[in-house]
């Protein structure tokens, strides 16, 4: 389910926290379907628990899961709570975008390529949408 890269600069946490809100996402984790314990997690990725019980909380925190003492953790929304109000998501997102479009860039990717990675990626997160 989850893929990390020891060698990348961005810190584990963010890795685990970036995969499942991926799966969430994309439909892959739907609201109700359990996690994995965090033991568990923390044992498949070879990295230390706390790492992923950080992951586990900054996602409840953003009210994607939930997690009750002796049950576990569910998904508990495909959305995040709002982090302000839509215009302040938006700009953020664009900021963010912005950014992705200079990385790719100063990759060497021509405006063609750019938009086919993007279209593609389109279609990951929003085939299944009605």
Known sequence: ??????????????QIVAGLRQAIAVGELAPGDPLPP???VAADLDVNLNTVARAYRALEDAGLLSTVRGR???????QE???GSKAEVRKSLVERVRNLLADARLAGLSEAETHEMIRQ????FWENVP
């Open 1 to 14: 389910m989850l893929t990390i890269h020891l060698d990348s600069p961005v810190p584990l946490v963010d």
């Open 38 to 40: 965090v033991r568990q």
């Open 72 to 78: 576990g953790t569910r998904v508990t929304a495909s």
């Open 81 to 83: 709570r709002s982090r």
């Open 121 to 124: 990626q389109l279609h990951v």
